[in-house]
């Protein structure tokens, strides 16, 4: 039973780093204003975000099986938590994979932010430039707008 948690956790701990690199490619589209490639990668990230969805769960209810505890139980377990139900070289694995699924969170979390301030400061560019192009007293290159 152990084996295929962890094996959940090793597939979540993939797409994590899919959804990591997807978030790098639209960090580099928001900076190069590429939108139509945004709507893709949107789009992308939003199937990949299901399938971790997917996995979480399928994790929570192996969890919960395992322990005999209930769902929203299992939901609050941590991975330290659930290395000391096992054996000492289980433990080990999991507590391993703990602090790769730390660093990819921090990663995740830091790309988040990072495209939210790129795409709020690419709004407000375009409503600058239209504001611009639509004020009737502007000129632009000499010529009346």
């Known amino acids: 039973m152990f084996d295929k948690i962890l094996q959940i956790v090793e ?3 993939v797409l994590l780093k899919d959804l990591i690199n997807l978030m790098k490619e639209q960090q580099t589209a928001l900076v190069k204003l590429q939108i139509s ?3 893709e990668l949107i789009h992308n990230q939003e199937e990949l975000s299901k399938k971790i969805r997917s996995l979480e769960l399928s994790r929570i209810n192996l969890i919960a099986s395992l322990l005999r505890i209930s ?3 299992a939901s609050s377990i ?3 938590e659930l290395a000391k139900f096992v054996n000492q070289a289980e433990s080990h694995q ?3 994979v703990r602090d790769e699924m730390k660093t990819l969170n921090s990663s995740f979390s830091n790309l988040s932010i990072t495209n939210r301030l790129l795409a709020n400061r690419a709004k407000n560019s375009f409503a600058n430039i239209l504001s611009i192009l639509t004020n009737g007293s502007n000129q632009i290159y000499n ?3």
């Open 11 to 13: 597939l979540e701990k």
């Open 37 to 39: 490639k945004l709507a």
């Open 71 to 73: 769902k929203m139980e």
């Open 78 to 80: 941590t991975m330290t």
């Open 94 to 96: 999991l507590l391993k």
């Open 143 to 145: 010529v009346s707008v």
